[in-house]
């Protein structure tokens, strides 16, 4: 199987470091090829590069770009500027700079037990209710920040993203709050009609910054991961 790590960043430099410890700790993680696409012109791109060379990786590519629609189409329009370049993996995992992976072991398992060419997507859907005002539920809607694709011509629903956010600036009946691309990521892969595979990342994934049983920890708190990798490590 040949698997991509596609990382997304806008600043995270001191994260990426992290990435490359936990990366070279792990067999699985290294046998996959890096793809590092940063939409931030002014971000310390020597530091970058070389904290890069450090992944004990088979290929690594970078992207430095100054193209940047915002924080909510961010991902569809970094993920569609490089998908022909994806065909040739089996599947691409997208995440952020700082979500760790700490352990590779159940994404292995989630990776195995789904045959690229029947699943189309691997991810989490966000908990409907929590931190919903009472008696609201949210539509379906999937976490951005780590999820996993079959890059197949057919699953771009990337491609989309301009008309996307033209047509649906706002949540409905909510003028006042922002379409995410949680949301973009729900509706479009029913809108395609894709086969989309459950990521067990618990009640809550990202939302409370928590180690999650898939194995990784979407933490914005360095300190605290740090002390993590420290006791852990």
């Known amino acids: 199987m040949k698997v991509l790590l596609l990382y997304t960043s806008h600043r995270q430099v001191k994260e990426l470091?992290?990435?490359?410890?936990?990366?070279?700790?792990?067999p699985f993680l290294k046998t996959m090829d890096i793809l590092f696409h940063c939409n931030n012109p002014d971000i310390d791109k020597y530091a970058v590069t070389e904290i890069l060379n450090g992944f004990e990786s088979p290929n690594i590519g970078t992207i430095f770009t100054s193209v940047n629609s915002g924080a909510n189409t961010g991902v569809a329009e970094a993920i569609n500027s490089v998908?022909?370049?994806?065909?040739?993996?089996?599947?691409?995992?997208?995440?952020?700079?700082?979500?760790?992976?700490?352990?590779?072991?159940?994404?292995q398992q989630a990776l195995e037990s789904n045959d690229p060419e029947q699943t189309d997507f691997i991810a989490w859907e966000i908990n409907r209710e929590y931190g919903m005002p009472p008696g609201k539920r949210r539509t379906l809607e999937y976490a951005s920040d780590f999820f996993i694709f079959s890059p197949k011509e057919r699953n771009n629903i990337f491609k989309d993203y301009v008309q996307y956010w033209t047509d649906n600036p706002h949540i409905q009946g909510q003028p006042g709050a922002n379409s995410g691309c949680e949301r973009f990521l729900g509706y479009q892969t029913q809108k395609y009609g894709l086969n989309v595979a459950?990521?067990?990342r618990g009640l809550y994934g990202g939302m409370r910054t928590e180690l999650e049983p898939l194995g990784i920890w979407h933490c914005h708190n360095l300190r605290q991961i740090e002390q993590y990798l420290h006791r852990n490590f």
């Open 198 to 200: 459950y990521l067990d």
């Open 83 to 107: 998908y022909d370049q994806l065909a040739d993996y089996d599947y691409v995992i997208h995440l952020h700079p700082d979500v760790f992976i700490l352990s590779s072991e159940k994404l």
């Open 17 to 26: 470091k992290i990435a490359q410890f936990l990366y070279n700790k792990d």
